[in-house]
C-alpha cells in the first residue's frame, strides 16, 4: 500500500460543521415538522442581483454562438474583470494596485489555503483565535504544525482576540514570518482600524514577515473611518497579499469567483538571501494549477461594477446588516456582550459557560441554529457566533424566539 501524507492524521476529525449538522440531524428526528432557523453556517440567503443574472445570460448566449464562442481563458482572469477590480476596488480609494497585480480565482477558501504553498515548511506562522479553520489547517496539511494539544496545534502562534482587546490582536513581542489576518472578521465581525493596521504593517516591515489579508466581507463595511483594503495602509504594497472574494459581496458563494492581489513590489528572499517577485511565484502557481474561472462567471463578477450592480450589491448587503442590527439588538438588551454586526454579517456573542450548551440549548429549546465559538479556537469558548445570512422574518422570528427562551 502507498503512504500518505502523515500531516494529514493530525487534523482534527469533527469538523465543526458536519458536528452541527448531526446535531441538527438529530433534533429534527426527534421533533419532526418543527421548523428550524438556520443562523449557523455562513453561507448566503439572497439571489444574485438582477445586473449580474443578465451578464450571466448573455454569456452564456455568447458561448453558444460560433461566432462568440471561447475556449480557455487567460488563468489569472480576463483583462475586463482585472481591470473593473483595479479601478473600483483600490484605485478608487487611492490604493494603488493595478490589474495585473490580480488573480482571478474560483474562491477565497482555495486562495487562502493554497497560498502558503509559496512558503517552506520551516516558517513561522501566527493565526487569529478564534479563526477561520482553513488558515490553520491547511498549514497542518503542509507539515508546519505540531500535535494538536487543549485545542491549538504546537509550532502555530496564536494572536488572542478577545474582549480585552477588543478583538482585534496586537502585533506580538515574538518574531513571525507569515500572519493571517481577517477583517471584517470571521466570526467575531470585528474590523480593525486604520491605526491598527498600520500597527501590523509597521510589524510586517519590521520583521520581514508577510501578511496574508483576508478581507472576504469588506462589502459589509460602513463606517467611514474603517479601511476597505490593506492597501489603504502605506507601506502594505511591500509586505501584503489580499484576499477578497464575491461570494458573500453579492451571492457568488455557489457561482464562485474570487481575487487575490499580490503587488508587484512584494519581495520574498531564497536559501542564499537573493530576492524574488512574491508575484512571479504566484503566477507560477496559479498558471501551472488553475486554469481560469468560467467566461460567464467573470461577466457576472464584472456587473457588480456597473452603476445598478454596485446599487443591488449594495441593498443585497443592507438587508443582511438589517439582520445583523435585529440580532446584535436583541441579544444585547437580553444582558450578552456582543460584537460584530455593524460592519459585518456575524454576530459574535459572549453567552458564558461552554459554547456548545448554549448551541444546544438554542436548538433544543428555541429551534434556532447558530455556531458554536469554541468551534474557531480556544478563545471563542463561551461564545456563539450568529450569521445575519437568512430572510428578515426569519430573524424575527428567530429572536422572538430566543428572547422566549431567556426570559
Ligand atoms: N474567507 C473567509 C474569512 C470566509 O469566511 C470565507 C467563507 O465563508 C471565505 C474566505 C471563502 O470564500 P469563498 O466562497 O470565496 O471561497
Same mark, same amino acid.
Given at each position: 500500500?502507498?503512504?500518505?501524507?502523515?500531516?494529514?492524521?493530525?487534523?482534527?476529525?469533527?469538523?465543526?460543521?458536519?458536528?452541527? !449538522?448531526?446535531?441538527?440531524?438529530?433534533? %429534527?428526528?426527534?421533533? &419532526?415538522?418543527?421548523?428550524?432557523?438556520?443562523?449557523?453556517?455562513?453561507?448566503?440567503?439572497?439571489?444574485?442581483?438582477?445586473?449580474?443574472?443578465?451578464?450571466?445570460?448573455? !454569456?452564456?448566449?455568447?458561448?453558444?454562438?460560433?461566432?462568440?464562442?471561447?475556449?480557455?481563458?487567460?488563468?489569472?482572469?480576463?483583462?475586463?474583470?482585472?481591470?473593473?477590480?483595479?479601478?473600483?476596488?483600490?484605485?478608487?480609494?487611492?490604493?494603488?494596485?493595478? !490589474?495585473?497585480?490580480?488573480?482571478?480565482?474560483?474562491?477565497?477558501?482555495?486562495?487562502?489555503?493554497?497560498?502558503q %504553498?509559496?512558503?517552506?515548511?520551516?516558517?513561522?506562522?501566527?493565526?487569529?483565535?478564534?479563526?477561520?479553520?482553513?488558515?490553520?489547517?491547511?498549514?497542518?496539511?503542509?507539515?508546519?504544525?505540531?500535535?494538536?494539544?487543549?485545542?491549538?496545534? =504546537?509550532?502555530?502562534?496564536y494572536?488572542?482576540?478577545?474582549?480585552?482587546?477588543?478583538?482585534?490582536?496586537? &502585533?506580538?513581542?515574538?518574531?513571525?514570518?507569515?500572519?493571517y489576518?481577517?477583517?471584517?472578521?470571521?466570526?467575531?465581525?470585528?474590523?480593525?482600524?486604520?491605526?491598527?493596521?498600520?500597527?501590523?504593517?509597521?510589524y510586517?516591515?519590521?520583521?520581514?514577515?508577510?501578511?496574508?489579508?483576508?478581507?472576504?466581507? %469588506?462589502?459589509?463595511i460602513?463606517?467611514? /473611518?474603517?479601511?476597505?483594503?490593506?492597501? =489603504?495602509?502605506?507601506?502594505?504594497?511591500?509586505?501584503?497579499?489580499?484576499?477578497?472574494?464575491?461570494?458573500?459581496?453579492?451571492?457568488?458563494?455557489?457561482?464562485?469567483?474570487?481575487?487575490?492581489?499580490?503587488?508587484?513590489?512584494?519581495?520574498?528572499?531564497?536559501?542564499?538571501?537573493?530576492?524574488?517577485?512574491?508575484?512571479?511565484?504566484?503566477?507560477?502557481?496559479?498558471?501551472?494549477?488553475?486554469?481560469?474561472?468560467?467566461? &460567464?462567471?467573470?461577466?457576472?463578477?464584472?456587473?457588480?461594477?456597473?452603476?445598478?450592480?454596485?446599487?443591488?450589491?449594495?441593498?443585497?448587503?443592507?438587508?443582511?446588516l438589517?439582520?445583523? =442590527?435585529?440580532?446584535?439588538?436583541?441579544?444585547?438588551?437580553?444582558?450578552?456582550h456582543?460584537?460584530?454586526? =455593524?460592519?459585518?454579517?456575524?454576530?459574535?456573542?459572549?453567552?458564558? /459557560?461552554?459554547?456548545?450548551?448554549?448551541?444546544?440549548?438554542?436548538?433544543?429549546?428555541?429551534?434556532?441554529?447558530?455556531?458554536?465559538?469554541? /468551534?474557531?479556537?480556544?478563545?471563542?469558548?463561551?461564545?456563539?457566533r450568529?450569521?445575519?445570512?437568512?430572510?428578515? %422574518?426569519?430573524?424575527?422570528?428567530?429572536?422572538?424566539?430566543?428572547?422566549?427562551?431567556?426570559?
Amino acid at each position: 500500500m502507498v503512504r500518505f501524507n502523515q500531516h494529514y492524521r493530525k487534523l482534527q476529525s469533527s469538523y465543526l460543521f458536519s458536528d452541527i !449538522a448531526r446535531r441538527i440531524e438529530a433534533f %429534527e428526528s426527534r421533533n &419532526p415538522g418543527r421548523s428550524i432557523i438556520r443562523l449557523g453556517i455562513g453561507d448566503v440567503t439572497r439571489p444574485l442581483p438582477a445586473a449580474c443574472v443578465s451578464a450571466f445570460h448573455s !454569456a452564456i448566449d455568447e458561448m453558444g454562438s460560433e461566432k462568440h464562442f471561447r475556449g480557455y481563458g487567460p488563468e489569472q482572469g480576463y483583462g475586463f474583470l482585472r481591470e473593473a477590480i483595479a479601478l473600483n476596488d483600490y484605485q478608487a480609494l487611492g490604493a494603488e494596485i493595478s !490589474a495585473d497585480e490580480i488573480f482571478v480565482s474560483d474562491g477565497a477558501k482555495c486562495d487562502t489555503g493554497n497560498f502558503q %504553498e509559496l512558503l517552506p515548511a520551516d516558517v513561522r506562522v501566527a493565526v487569529p483565535d478564534p479563526v477561520y479553520p482553513v488558515y490553520v489547517d491547511t498549514n497542518v496539511m503542509a507539515g508546519r504544525t505540531g500535535r494538536f494539544v487543549d485545542g491549538r496545534y =504546537e509550532g502555530l502562534v496564536y494572536l488572542a482576540s478577545t474582549r480585552e482587546n477588543n478583538y482585534v490582536p496586537d &502585533p506580538p513581542d515574538e518574531s513571525v514570518d507569515v500572519i493571517y489576518l481577517c477583517f471584517p472578521n470571521n466570526p467575531t465581525g470585528a474590523t480593525a482600524t486604520r491605526g491598527q493596521l498600520a500597527e501590523w504593517v509597521e510589524y510586517a516591515h519590521r520583521r520581514k514577515a508577510l501578511i496574508l489579508f483576508d478581507a472576504a466581507y %469588506e462589502a459589509f463595511i460602513r463606517d467611514p /473611518g474603517i479601511p476597505h483594503t490593506i492597501y =489603504e495602509i502605506e507601506g502594505a504594497r511591500e509586505v501584503a497579499v489580499e484576499f477578497r472574494s464575491f461570494s458573500k459581496t453579492a451571492g457568488f458563494t455557489g457561482t464562485r469567483c474570487a481575487f487575490t492581489v499580490v503587488p508587484r513590489s512584494l519581495m520574498v528572499t531564497d536559501d542564499s538571501g537573493h530576492s524574488h517577485s512574491l508575484h512571479a511565484l504566484w503566477t507560477r502557481r496559479h498558471t501551472t494549477k488553475f486554469n481560469g474561472v468560467a467566461y &460567464p462567471v467573470q461577466r457576472a463578477a464584472e456587473a457588480v461594477y456597473t452603476e445598478e450592480g454596485k446599487q443591488q450589491v449594495r441593498a443585497l448587503t443592507d438587508d443582511y446588516l438589517l439582520n445583523a =442590527e435585529l440580532i446584535r439588538t436583541v441579544m444585547t438588551r437580553l444582558g450578552f456582550h456582543s460584537v460584530g454586526g =455593524e460592519n459585518s454579517p456575524y454576530i459574535w456573542v459572549q453567552v458564558g /459557560g461552554d459554547s456548545w450548551d448554549f448551541f444546544d440549548r438554542m436548538l433544543n429549546e428555541a429551534a434556532v441554529v447558530c455556531t458554536p465559538g469554541s /468551534g474557531f479556537g480556544p478563545c471563542g469558548s463561551g461564545y456563539v457566533r450568529i450569521s445575519a445570512f437568512n430572510r428578515y %422574518e426569519r430573524v424575527v422570528e428567530a429572536m422572538e424566539r430566543i428572547e422566549a427562551m431567556v426570559r
